[in-house]
């Protein structure tokens, strides 16, 4: 059974429509990669998959036992959270919030999650830092070990590398991988970097003028990777 089912999804806001007749199933242990134009919808279906958003018309649904406060999301960081004055272990902690219920206390449990995550990203010597005196890429990390904090089943990551360098973007990139394959969780990623998604996603959803959805070799054997590869970058 799919962890997650798109049926016949239309996306937009009030009566202009972005997305439309949009179906695809993500199983477990998938590493899908969403490609597409800009304004493409590509962070509004992020959001539907996320609840955050209603959709038009058609359907997502969770199965596989998958229950929505066990879905772990790296959104796209503003400069303000950028700037945020908290603690990483605070910021990675936090990621915990979804399964405390209604207490405001984080249990044991919930501090050994959060070492853990930090260990599995290679932060944990930063623990005690203030965020917002960290680099990029240190940051990148925060906000994904507080994802997993949340999750052991499925990472929903919105353009994790944006604003990287290419050395600290590979790596990242390798991490989200290991997460994947080592630990088996399910990725969904928007990406603009053609090439990283053929590298290393199983599967593509690319949205645009054409709607493609399938497995990576399917993908670059296609006519819509084969213009992007000589003449476009993928967004």
Same mark, same amino acid.
């Given at each position: ?78 400069? #303000?959270?950028? /700037?945020?004055?908290? =603690?990483?272990? &605070? ?10 219920? %209604? +207490? ?63 050395? #600290?973007?590979? /790596?990242?990139?390798? =991490?989200?991988? &290991? ?10 990623? %928007? +990406? ?44």
């Amino acid at each position: 059974m799919a962890q997650i089912s798109c049926k016949d999804l239309c996306l937009g806001y009030e009566s202009r429509r972005i997305i439309e007749d949009l179906s695809f199933e993500v199983h477990s242990g998938d590493y899908l990669c969403i490609l597409g134009e800009n304004g493409s919808g590509k962070t509004t279906l992020m959001r539907t998959l996320l609840g955050l958003h209603k959709p038009i018309a058609g359907a997502v649904e969770l199965g596989d036992d998958l229950k929505q406060s066990e879905i772990g999301y790296l959104p796209q960081q503003t400069q #303000v959270q950028r /700037d945020f004055p908290a =603690s990483v272990e &605070e910021i990675v902690l936090s990621g915990c919030g979804g399964r405390r219920g %209604i +207490s405001p206390f984080y249990t044991k449990q919930d501090r050994q999650t959060a070492l853990d995550a930090m260990e599995r990203m290679d932060i944990l010597p930063l623990k005690k830092r203030c965020y917002r005196e960290l680099s990029g890429g240190q940051q990148q990390r925060v906000l994904l070990a507080r994802a997993l904090c949340a999750t052991k089943k499925l990472l929903l990551l919105d353009e994790p590398v944006s604003g990287l360098d290419p050395r #600290v973007s590979m /790596d990242m990139y390798r =991490s989200i991988y &290991e997460l994947n394959k080592e630990d088996g969780i399910t990725v969904i990623m %928007i +990406s603009h970097d053609i090439n990283a998604a053929i590298r290393y996603a199983s599967h593509i959803l690319y949205i645009g003028k054409e709607i493609f959805f399938g497995r990576s070799d399917d993908f670059v054997s296609g006519d819509i990777a084969r213009g992007l590869l000589t003449g476009g970058d993928g967004r």
